[in-house]
Every structure is written in structure tokens, then in C-alpha cells.
């Protein structure tokens, strides 16, 4: 290769610089999502979600070790893995761009110059940066799949047989960090292909099919036989088992027969790198305090592999969301699954999950309601037509889950907010205006912390890209083809193995990172192409000294990007955990129900070791017979629970309940008791189900009686080891609910109490009304008071140079809110002086105006005016109101489809606003009830006939938009009402 030395140097300074800025811009200790579990579980070698990253947690705990007990210092040592994997992933990058190249250009230089263009384009895009800043395993998997087709290329070059060797180990390898890693080998196989002379169109054809038949093979049977045999057969036996593929290739090439040698030594080292899985059944023999679905045997192994604890997407033939109610139930691993009608299944199913109601609003805001009719049993029942199927594959899956990321990074990205199909919230764009106009894409100007992730390319990558391609084509007749498999494979046919339903609980670009990346492999060939193109209208002699110009794109996104994917000194989700966790009371049970508060709290837990007597129970995990066997275990300073559904009565048993409406009144442990033990069953689509006699339950908590109905006519598994565990440990444990992600609350609602960032369940049920209304209960005064001042984490939310995530601003946001709530019930009760404690608080702690505060403000405003503080009062209302003025004004100037988008969010907007004007109103703020007031008439009068005209559009589909159609109109008539008060003029429609 020439300049080799060069180009070996280059990739070595890439490598080295890009991972020196990852490493500034990472997470200081963990993000949201899966980073607190992979830190975890890394750090102390524990079992994580299903299917496991084992090579992941061993490099993770070699990092960690050099903390030295310092335990604060294990998470940016974790992260670090990200940082350096993804820094050396641009070296090879690079390497493999001018490999490349060098195929079809011998302008050696511009190659070189073009590949270190490309290579900075993708350090700096929006995806890969961000999986290089926190603890996730996408980087690592992103580096071993890069370093597999690099390898390939090398054996392309020499033909060495040691460089096959290393595709197999890291294939190996892979399977233990993300089994996204395969979907390089069809690429490979190509590469293979066409390092033969002689190709052809059928030969081409042949390989793809050998290169998908070698994904099933390897996905569906070698990784779960293999796998499953670490258990099954032991260590020893496995070792044997890779002697044997020695002694083959011994034999293979002592008797001169080459493929009985490759083979041989190939699958020893394809099985050799698969033998990180050992790691998981080795650790989950102990009693560890993480220790998911327990993979200790060959079959729950494999059952880990699978997932087979989660619902699983039908790829080739399956049902609609529609196919409910079923033809009967069968039990499998997950529990009772239902059986459908074939009359509610398709070939190629898109539209597939029937679990949430909030799955069946989202296939019909993108396809519409169910066009088709089938009669099941002399019934009938709607169902989605093909056609709807096949434009919910292309509107929603193509477009708005791949393309939309793949133009992030290319194009531009409008903010950060999780996008849900609207016009606004994390779209694409090219920040060209009216291009954005004809796109129907808001451009408005958004928040200062939306801003930084406002991220405007003017599609230039995009269209360096689309021109490499082409350009790519004309110049090379084979690898083009490689490319393009690679790009599909990691694209479109994830797409569709994926199959996921709208709308997803998080955005999915990281997913697609190798896609990106050759996307960035054609930008920097259309930087090469254009390059020569200018060179020769200008008579350059050598593109090279053209391609440097090119450098200003690199420059663009780093510029553009920086502020969004710093998150240096960004600890929210670490204050979060420790915060939740301390206002706990001691050797207390706190239920949790999503990732975002329950894997940072398992951070703090066991990594840095606090509060470890609080038992954190995840609800969602309480289908698991395995979870709720560790609920027996000591864990830490935490003692063992205690429950009346002993072991027997629910191990490999899928528990399902119902419950009758009954004039009796049960105490909850014999309800219990009498539920699951006895032998008399109810009938549920053939099958045995246990029962609850009545809704009406009791419980005895110290002198006091809790007294409850329940609003639940079935419950499952984890909703019945929830009562379990309040009904057995009431007396002993103080239990409490997150705030954050728990929004059933088992009809116990009126003794739950507010302390900070989780309620408790308290023995009397509460009578007063809060000003602001909660999720559920009454706030705990002195004990939230006594939380906020002593027990609350606040590090760095008072610095205004911290970019924040929707999830971040979420979280910080709730700090503010449950500090004004908290104000007023210390206004309710008499308590002002501690009132303005926490309103000074919240205003000396927090950037208010870094985001949409503009309630917040408001009501801060109103609390200082009551306490006399009126300086601070008039700043905050002046903020507040020029927010909401701005934001009515906009709405009521957007067309009918972005209107409609924002109609729920206006709408709540609307009702704090009629809510502050009263509430000044009540305790006769004048200075502050006339700027809401006036602020408020200024606007209303366009958003009735907004509103108005939404309601006759949605009352043609009266059926589906009844509840909002009455919500709109109840909203409207307290309007006219307050109007009506104030002597105000409103317009009137029929």
C-alpha cells in the first residue's frame, strides 16, 4: 500500500484525538437508560437484561479495576470503554476508507485526505457521538464489526489465512457484547466472493442467499446449541469439545485436505470467542443481588438468549393489533399467550402488538382506522387491510424509524424531544427555509436547552453522500455491490427484524450506527469525486489540493454538535438515585417500574453502596419467577421479604387472577391466601385461573385500618406479588411507590403521601385537597420539607453551561414541580417562612429559563406575591406570561395538522392558566391576576375557534375522539364562563 507509514500514523492521531474529546464530553458518572445497569453489572460481574453482554462486562470490570476501591471512580472508567471503542472504531474507519479508495484511485494523497474527512464526519455525528459518551455497549459493538470487515479487506489484499482466523474470533467475540455484530458477514461473504476472478450476476445472487442462510444458522441454532453447552456439558467438556476442532485441523493438514484444516481452525476460534457467555451461568449460581431471569441452566440460558420473556415481533406470518379478544389461551414461559383467529392474521405483519392501548392509537394516527371487516364466530370485527399494513412498513418504519435518523445525522435535527409523528419534535432537516416550509417541518425557535440539539447540516453530508454513491459506481464495478449489502443489511433488513410499533419508548438511532457509517464511507468517496471534478474545471493538476476544502464540513458538524454532546459535569441522573434513595426511610421497600428509576438506583446501590437497606423492587421484573425468588435473599443491609405465595406456589406457574365485585370485605393476606392456595379455580378460555372472591380489601397497619377497593377486574403475576409484599411487610417496612414511573396504584391512592421523589403508603387515609393535584395522595409537609433541605442531591443544576436531555429537563423539572407543590401545602398549612425556603431554593439552585418553565414561573410568581416578595413575583410572571403569549400565538398561527398535533398539549397549557388566573384571583393578587388575566384574553379568542374547528373535524370519527371532543368542549365552556366574570367578548359558535 502506498504511504503507508502515513496513513498507519494518521488513523493512530484520529484515534487518539477523537478519543481524547470523547472522553472530555462524557458522562462524569452514568446517564439514563441501560448505562446505570451496564455499570453495574460490569463493575461487579452481576447478570443484566436479557440477552447479556458478558465480553462487555469483562472488559468493564478490567477498566474499573484500576479505581482501586475508589468506588466514585468506576463509572467514567466504565464509560471510558465507550469513549476508546468508539475512538478506535475511526481508525479503522479511516484504514478501511482508504483501502478502499485505493481500488479504483491512485490520487493516493486525495484518498487519504477524503478518508480523514469522512472519518471526522462520522466522529461528529449526532448518533455516534452520543453512543461514545455514555456506559452502553453500542461503541464496542460498533469497533468489533469495523475491525471484522477491515480484517476481511486485509485477507482481500494478501490472502494470509490468519486474517479469516480473526473474522471468526471477533464473530465470537461479538455474540458476547450485541448480536448487531452479524450483520456484517453477509458483506463479508461478498468480499469473499468477489476476491474470486471470475464472478457473475448468479453467483452474486448465490452468496447473498449462502450470506442470509449463515445469519439463521448462526442466530437460530450454532449461538443457543453452543451457548446452551457451556451449561449442559460443563467447562471441561466444552474445552474438549474445542480440542476437537484442533485435532481436525491437525488432521486436515497433516493429510493435505485445506478444507478440513480452515474448518477446523476456524470453528475453534469461532467457538473460543463465544465462551464469554460462561461468565453468566458461572455468576448467576450465586445468590447476587442482579441477577435477571437467573441463566443457570442449559434451558434458562437459552431462554436468555432468546428473550423469551419478552413479546416477540411476528416476521413472516402473524396477527394484527386487532386480534383481540382471542380463540383461547395456551401457557408458554411468558405466561397464558393467546390464540387468534387466522382471519385476524397476515402474511409480512407490521401492525402486530395488541398489548397497549397506547400500540393501537399509534397504528391508527399513521394509517387511519381499521379499513377491513372479518366475521369470527357470526361477529364482526374491524381489522387493518394490507394495504394499511404495507403503508404503516414504509410511513413508519422505513421512514419515520430509519430515514429520520439517517437525516439526523446527514441533514439536520430539529431538537431532542422524543418524536411521536408530529411536525416539530426531533425531525429532520436541512435548515434551509423554505425547503423546511414545503416539508412541512417547524422550524420555530425553540427553548435554549431544545436549541443546542437544533442541529443544522443544510443536508451537505447528504448530498456528498448520495453523490459518492454514484460516483462510487462508476469507478469500482464490485465493491459498490459490498457496500450496498452492508448498507442494507444494517438498514432496511433491521428494519424489518426489528418490526417495532408505534411508538417506541425512546429514540432508536443508536441502533444503526453501522449504516451511518457507510453512508460516511460514500461521503468521503463523493468528497474524492467532486474533488477531481473541481480539480479539473479549475485545471488543478492533483484533486488534492481541492480536497483540504473540504475540511469545513467536519468543522460544521463539530461546531454544530458540541453543545448537544457535552456532558461533562452532567449529573442529573446520579442526583436523581441518590435523591430518591435518601429520602427513603430506613430498610425500607421502594417499588420502581421503569428503567430511568430503577437502573441508576441499582448504580447506587451496589457500586457505591448507598443506602443499600432499601429493597428497590422493579414491578415489570416481578413476572419473573426468578426476581421474586431473590425477594427471599438478604441483599446487602437489606433483609429478606417476607410474602404468603411461598416458593411452590409460584415457580414455573404463571399466576393470573381475577377479581369479583362482592359486597364482603376480605383482610388482603387471607384474600390472598384463599386466592392462590385454594382449589377452587375460575374458567378462563379453557384454562384454570386462580380468583378473588371480592374488591374490598383491608389492612391492618399498627392501631390504624387501611381500607381499600380495588378498580382492577384481573390482575397478573407482578401486580399480585405487589399486594403480596404490602400485605406481608406492612407492619415492618416502610413501603413506598416511585412518583416517577408508577402510575397504578392498586386503588390505595388515598394513604399515599409525597415525601420527596417517592410516596409512602401511610395508615390514614388523607382529607384535604392539594392546590396543585398529584398523581396520587397528599404531600408530607414536614417530612418533604425535611427531604428537600437535608436529603435531596442538587450537584450542578445551578450552572447554565449543562446541556439537558428531554429526560434530564424532565427529571430537573420535577424538582421544581414537586418544590412548588410542596410551597403551596406549606402556604395551606400555615408554614410560610418555610414556603420561601423552597422557592428560593428552587430559584438559587435551579437555571429556571433554560427551558419551558413558564407554569413553573407562574406559579412561583404567585407564591412570592402572597409571601410580599412582589420584585421577584413581577420578574417571574413577566417571563411567564411573555412564554405562554408566545407559545398561543404560534399555535393558533399553525395549519390544521400541526394544530392537531399540539392539541393535548395546548389544551393542559390552557388549564393551568385558567387555574393560575383564579388562583390569584382567590388570594386577591391583583398585580398578578390582571397580567394573566390580560395575557390571557389577548390570545384565547383565536384558540376557541382553533379549537372549534377541531371539534368538527373530529366529531366525522365521533367514536374514536369522543373523549377528547368532550374534554375540548368542557374546556371551552370554562372558558366562556371565566369570560363571562371578567365581562369579556368572545367569539360564539353554533
Request: proline content about 3%.
Amino acid at each position: 500500500m502506498h504511504h503507508k507509514k502515513a496513513i498507519n500514523v494518521i488513523g493512530w492521531i484520529l484515534s487518539v484525538s477523537i478519543t481524547a474529546l470523547y472522553t472530555y464530553t462524557m458522562y462524569p458518572v452514568l446517564s439514563f437508560w441501560d448505562s446505570g445497569e451496564y455499570i453495574t453489572t460490569s463493575a461487579t460481574l452481576q447478570v443484566g437484561h436479557p440477552p447479556g453482554a458478558p465480553l462487555y462486562q469483562l472488559i468493564g470490570a478490567f477498566f474499573s479495576i484500576v479505581c482501586f476501591n475508589h468506588s466514585e471512580f468506576i463509572a467514567p472508567c466504565i464509560s471510558f470503554l465507550s469513549a476508546l471503542s468508539a475512538g478506535v472504531g475511526i481508525m479503522f474507519f479511516f484504514w478501511i476508507s482508504v483501502r478502499i479508495m485505493n481500488r479504483f484511485s491512485s490520487m493516493y494523497i486525495g484518498n487519504i485526505v477524503a478518508s480523514c474527512i469522512g472519518s471526522l464526519c462520522l466522529a461528529f455525528m449526532d448518533s455516534y457521538w452520543f453512543s461514545a459518551t455514555e456506559a452502553e455497549v453500542y461503541s464496542l459493538a460498533f469497533l468489533l464489526s469495523i475491525i471484522s470487515f477491515w480484517a476481511i479487506l486485509r485477507w482481500d489484499e494478501s490472502g494470509n489465512f490468519k486474517w479469516i482466523l480473526l473474522v471468526c474470533f471477533l464473530t465470537g467475540l461479538s455474540v458476547g457484547v450485541h448480536q448487531l455484530c452479524l450483520l456484517v458477514l453477509p458483506a463479508i461473504v461478498l468480499v469473499i466472493y468477489f476476491h474470486r476472478r471470475k464472478t457473475s450476476f448468479g453467483g452474486i445472487i448465490l452468496y447473498i442467499f449462502i450470506a442470509c442462510l449463515l445469519l439463521v444458522i448462526l442466530q437460530w441454532i450454532i449461538i443457543p446449541f453452543t451457548l446452551s453447552s457451556l451449561v449442559s456439558y460443563g467447562i471441561l467438556k466444552y474445552l474438549a469439545f474445542l480440542l476437537l476442532f484442533c485435532i481436525l485441523s491437525v488432521a486436515g493438514l497433516k493429510k493435505n485436505i485445506q478444507w478440513l484444516h480452515c474448518t477446523g481452525i476456524a470453528l475453534f476460534f469461532l467457538f473460543l470467542g463465544m465462551s464469554t457467555y460462561i461468565i453468566l451461568p458461572l455468576r448467576a449460581n450465586n445468590n447476587l443481588p442482579l441477577n435477571q431471569y437467573k441463566p443457570n441452566t442449559a434451558e434458562s440460558l437459552n431462554s436468555y438468549i432468546h428473550r423469551d420473556n419478552y413479546l416477540k415481533a411476528p416476521l413472516i406470518y402473524g396477527q394484527y393489533f386487532t386480534a383481540l379478544p382471542p380463540e383461547g389461551f395456551i401457557k408458554t414461559k411468558r405466561g397464558l399467550e393467546p390464540v387468534f383467529a387466522s382471519e385476524q392474521k397476515t402474511f409480512f405483519p407490521r401492525m402486530w402488538n395488541y398489548e397497549n392501548l397506547a400500540y393501537e392509537n399509534g397504528y391508527i394516527e399513521w394509517v387511519g382506522l381499521p379499513e377491513s371487516h372479518v366475521v369470527i364466530d357470526g361477529e364482526t370485527r374491524q381489522k387493518p387491510s394490507f394495504r394499511q399494513n404495507l403503508r404503516f412498513f414504509f410511513s413508519y418504519q422505513v421512514n419515520y424509524m430509519y430515514l429520520r435518523y439517517l437525516l439526523w445525522n446527514f441533514s439536520g435535527r430539529t431538537n431532542d424531544v422524543q418524536g411521536y409523528g408530529d411536525y416539530k419534535n426531533s425531525q429532520w432537516m436541512t435548515g434551509i427555509g423554505f425547503i423546511d416550509s414545503f416539508l412541512g417541518i417547524g422550524t420555530e425557535k425553540v427553548e435554549q436547552q431544545q436549541s443546542k440539539a437544533h442541529n443544522v447540516y443544510f443536508a451537505i453530508p447528504l448530498l456528498l453522500a448520495l453523490f459518492g454513491i454514484f460516483y462510487h459506481i462508476n469507478k469500482d464495478s464490485r465493491f459498490p455491490i459490498i457496500l450496498g449489502m452492508l448498507f442494507f443489511f444494517t438498514s432496511l433488513a433491521l428494519v424489518i427484524y426489528l418490526n417495532q410499533e408505534a411508538y417506541q419508548a425512546r429514540e432508536r438511532d443508536y441502533t444503526y450506527l453501522l449504516s451511518f457509517a457507510v453512508m460516511a464511507l460514500w461521503l468521503a468517496i463523493g468528497v474524492l469525486g467532486i474533488s477531481q471534478i473541481i480539480a479539473n474545471i479549475i485545471r488543478v493538476r492533483k484533486p488534492r489540493y481541492v480536497t483540504p476544502l473540504f475540511l469545513f464540513v467536519p468543522i460544521m458538524l463539530f461546531a454544530e454538535n458540541i453543545d448537544d454532546h457535552n456532558h461533562h459535569n452532567q449529573k442529573t441522573a446520579y442526583n436523581f438515585a441518590v435523591s430518591m434513595l435518601n429520602a427513603c426511610e430506613e430498610n425500607a421497600v421502594l417499588f420502581t417500574n421503569g428503567d430511568n428509576d430503577t437502573y441508576p438506583l441499582w448504580y447506587a446501590q451496589n457500586v457505591e453502596k448507598i443506602r443499600t437497606d432499601v429493597r428497590v423492587i422493579n414491578i415489570g421484573l416481578l413476572n419473573s419467577d426468578k426476581y421474586i425468588d431473590q425477594l427471599f435473599q438478604k441483599q446487602y443491609l437489606s433483609s429478606p421479604l417476607k410474602t404468603n405465595i411461598a416458593f411452590g406456589e409460584y415457580e414455573d406457574k404463571y399466576i393470573y387472577t381475577r377479581i369479583y365485585p362482592d359486597f364482603g370485605e376480605l383482610e388482603l393476606n387471607d384474600a390472598i391466601r384463599q386466592a392462590v392456595v385454594s382449589e377452587e379455580k375460575d374458567e378462563f378460555f379453557g384454562q384454570s385461573i386462580n380468583y378473588f372472591k371480592t374488591n374490598k380489601f383491608y389492612l391492618v397497619k399498627g392501631e390504624d385500618t387501611i381500607r381499600w377497593s380495588s378498580n382492577q377486574y384481573e390482575i397478573g403475576k407482578a401486580d399480585l406479588m405487589v399486594l403480596d409484599i404490602i400485605a406481608s411487610n406492612i407492619n415492618d417496612r416502610p413501603i413506598y411507590f416511585s412518583s416517577y414511573s408508577v402510575d397504578g396504584f392498586y386503588g390505595l391512592d388515598s394513604y399515599l403521601y409525597l415525601e420527596g421523589f417517592a410516596y409512602r403508603l401511610g395508615s390514614k387515609a388523607f382529607s384535604n385537597v392539594e392546590i396543585l393535584p398529584l398523581k396520587a395522595g397528599s404531600i408530607d409537609a414536614e417530612k418533604m420539607y425535611y427531604n428537600f433541605i437535608h436529603k435531596l442531591k442538587w450537584d450542578n443544576f445551578d450552572r447554565d453551561d449543562l446541556y439537558y436531555n428531554e429526560i434530564e429537563r424532565g427529571i430537573v423539572q420535577l424538582y421544581i414541580d414537586n418544590g412548588i407543590k410542596l410551597a403551596y401545602k406549606l402556604l395551606q398549612t400555615n408554614r410560610a417562612d418555610k414556603a420561601l425556603v423552597i422557592c428560593n431554593m428552587l430559584t438559587d439552585r435551579i437555571v429556571l429559563n433554560q427551558w419551558d418553565n413558564s407554569v413553573a414561573m407562574a406559579d412561583l410568581a404567585v407564591i412570592y406575591s402572597f409571601l410580599d416578595h412582589q420584585d421577584k413575583a413581577d420578574f417571574y410572571i413577566r417571563q411567564a406570561v411573555d412564554k405562554m403569549v408566545g407559545q398561543l400565538v404560534r399555535y393558533n398561527g399553525n395549519g390544521q395538522k400541526q394544530q392537531a398535533q399540539e392539541r393535548l398539549e395546548i389544551q393542559s397549557r390552557m388549564y393551568d392558566w385558567l387555574r393560575l388566573i383564579l388562583q390569584s384571583q382567590d388570594w386577591g393578587l391583583e398585580q398578578i391576576r390582571i397580567a394573566l388575566a390580560d395575557s390571557f384574553f389577548y390570545v384565547v379568542g383565536d384558540y376557541l375557534q382553533v379549537t372549534h374547528n377541531q371539534i368538527e373535524r373530529m366529531r366525522k370519527n365521533y367514536e374514536y375522539y369522543e373523549d377528547e371532543i368532550l374534554k375540548a368542549e368542557f374546556q371551552m365552556r370554562e372558558i366562556y364562563s371565566l369570560a363571562a366574570t371578567y365581562e369579556e367578548t368572545l367569539p360564539v359558535f353554533e
